[in-house]
C-alpha cells in the first residue's frame, strides 16, 4: 500500500466529507495550488486509495429507521455462510455488512419504515438461512453521525459531519426524485449530463432535482469512500451500555465523539447498549484510555463498554432501495461510451 503524504491526508480529511468539492473549492481549502490537488488526486485514485464520491442519503427523512442485527452462526459449511453474505450484499433493504470480531461476527442493517417491514425480511432470510443461524441480537438505531478520519489532519477540525437523524422535516419522493438518486448513488463519478442521459431526463430537470434533493436534507452531502486499511490503523466498535439517557449525556458523549481524532462514527441506539463509537487506532491497547474517558463523561466507574473489533466492511450503501441499479447505470454509460458522447468527468463536482 502507497504511503501517505502529508497533502495526502489534508486532500483526503476534505474530500472524505466533501465529496463533491471542486478544484477551486479544494484550493480555498486546502490553500494548496491547482496542480498539486489535481496530481494528488489522480495519484489517490490510480492506487485505488479512493473511490468515487457518492451521496449520503438521509433516508430517516424520508421515514425509514434503521435496525442493526448481530448474528452468530452453528458450526456450517463456508459456502453456506457465503451464501447469506451474498444475498445480503444483494438485497434493496440492507445498507451495511460488516464482519466483526464478537460473539456475533457479522453484522448487517436493515433500512425499514415499520416494524413489520423488518419481521417480514428477517422471515424471509430465516426461511432460507434460518438452519445456520445460531443467535442473534438487534439493535434500533435512532441517529448516525459520520465524523470522518480526523486523524488523517489536524487543519480541518471544522467540517460538518453527515448524519442520519429525523428533524421536523418530512420528505416524499415521486418517481423523478427516486431516479435522480438513484443515478447519483450508482454514479461512478459521471457528470450530471450522463446519468440526466442514461435516465432520459432532461438536464435541467435533472440538476434541479438534485437542488432540490440537497436542499431538503435527504442528500445530507457527498462522502469519498476511503479504502479499508490504508491508514494502516485497526477498526474497533465500543458498544456503550450506559445507565444514564438523559440529554446532557448524550450532548457530553457527542461532544467528546466530536473532538476525538480517533472516533470516526457516533450511533444512538436502543437495544443491548445505548451508543456505539466506532474508532481506528493503531492496536487494540489504544482502546482501553479512550473506553476509560467515556466511563469518565458517563459518570459511571464500571460502566459496560464492549471492545468489538471491526474487521470489515461487506457493504455500505446509504441508498439501497434505489431504481435503479449500478449494472443498470453501467450498460448506459457503456452505450453512451459506445456512441462517443461521454467523457468521463474526472473529479466529482467538476459536472
Known sequence: MRKLTAKDRDLLRVIELKGNS???????????????????LDNLRRHNIIEPARPFVNTYLLGYTEYAIYVSFQPSKQSSIDALLEYLVASPMV????????????????????????????????SVFGPIIASRSVCVRSRITYFGRKHLSKKFNTIRPLK??????????????????????SSNGNSCRQLAEVGDIPLTTFKRRKRSLENSGVIDGYYTPIISGVTGLSKFKLAINSKSTDDSVQKKLYSFAEAHPNVYYLVECLGEWNYEIGVEVEDRRCVLPIASEIRSILGESN???????????????????????????????AALDTSGNYELVRWQGAA
Open 164 to 185: 442520519l437523524a429525523r428533524d421536523s422535516r418530512a420528505c416524499r419522493l415521486d418517481e423523478t426524485d427516486n431516479l435522480v438518486l438513484s443515478l447519483l448513488a
Open 22 to 40: 471542486s478544484v477551486t473549492s479544494l484550493m480555498r481549502e486546502t490553500g494548496f495550488r491547482e496542480h498539486t490537488i489535481r496530481y494528488r
Open 303 to 333: 460502566a459496560d463498554i464492549r471492545n468489538i473489533p471491526l474487521f470489515d466492511y461487506k457493504k455500505f450503501d446509504p441508498y439501497p432501495q434505489r431504481k435503479l441499479a449500478a449494472a443498470d447505470l453501467a450498460c448506459g454509460l
Open 95 to 126: 445498507p451495511w455488512v460488516s464482519e466483526l470480531g464478537a460473539d456475533h461476527p457479522y453484522m448487517f442493517s436493515i433500512l425499514a419504515r415499520s416494524i413489520d417491514d423488518v419481521m417480514s425480511e428477517l422471515s424471509r432470510i430465516s
